[in-house]
T-cell receptor, first 111, second 117 residues
């Protein structure tokens, strides 16, 4: 049974700061690692994913993955008030279809 | 493209009543998922359909929850004898299911907020 944990639970950062969000998982056979973002009252929306160890950058967002440590993270450069949302990490298992989500990190970017 | 459509947006039921939630996936998406979201538990997987066939219902409370996908354009989640602990946001998601692609992104609807009094 996959167990996905996120830290911190909540975070307040000033506008322009670099933000780091963490996610750990329990199943070493996990294959794909996602970050989703959910603005208040809205649907969760996929941000980006990674498959291989290392990092992947898309604009202001970077994912780091370390499979041996069962850990991946999301880094936001130059955080904006519009980045304020619930960030959900998710792990896709070896079966290839099921995404298991963490409980989320609530981010507030203070202008 | 209207995205994944869920109805109703809000539903209030009395304890013991039945609730039926509807989902219209994105046209052309053959994978449909149901999740339940609460503050405490986060997003919990309930069930998954592929090409309308039920594939995995391991997250469904067995006794009172059921899900169907009678055609490619809609799926329903039915909760019988609703209990206060069923109060949550029920999210439907769909994705493509392309040959050779094993990491499709999920597109979520806005959810149905179920309140059981």
């Amino acid at each position: 049974q996959q167990n996905v944990q996120q830290s911190p639970e909540s975070l307040i950062v000033p506008e322009g700061a670099r933000t780091s969000l963490n996610c750990t998982f329990s199943d070493s056979a996990s294959q794909y690692f996602w970050w989703y973002r959910q603005h208040s009252g809205k649907a969760p929306k996929a941000l980006m994913s990674i498959f291989s160890n290392g990092e992947k950058e898309e604009g202001r967002f970077t994912i780091h993955l370390n499979k041996a440590s069962l850990h991946f993270s999301l880094h936001i450069r130059d955080s904006q008030p519009s980045d304020s949302a619930l960030y959900l990490c998710a792990v896709r298992d070896g079966m290839g279809y099921k995404l298991t989500f963490g409980t989320g990190t609530s981010l507030l970017v203070d202008p | 493209n209207a995205g994944v459509i869920q109805t109703p947006r809000h539903k209030v039921t009395g304890k013991g009543q039945e609730a039926t939630l509807w989902c219209e996936p994105i046209s052309g998406h053959s994978a449909v998922f149901w999740y339940r979201q609460t503050i405490v538990q986060g997003l919990e997987f309930l069930t998954y359909f592929r090409n309308q066939a039920p594939i995995d219902d391991s997250g469904m409370p067995k006794e009172r929850f059921s899900a169907q996908m009678p055609n490619q354009s809609h799926s329903t989640l039915k909760i019988q004898s609703t209990q206060p602990q069923d109060s949550a946001v029920y999210l439907c998601a769909s994705s493509l299911d392309r040959q050779g692609v094993s990491n499709e992104r999920l597109f979520f609807g806005h959810g149905t907020k179920l309140s059981v009094l």
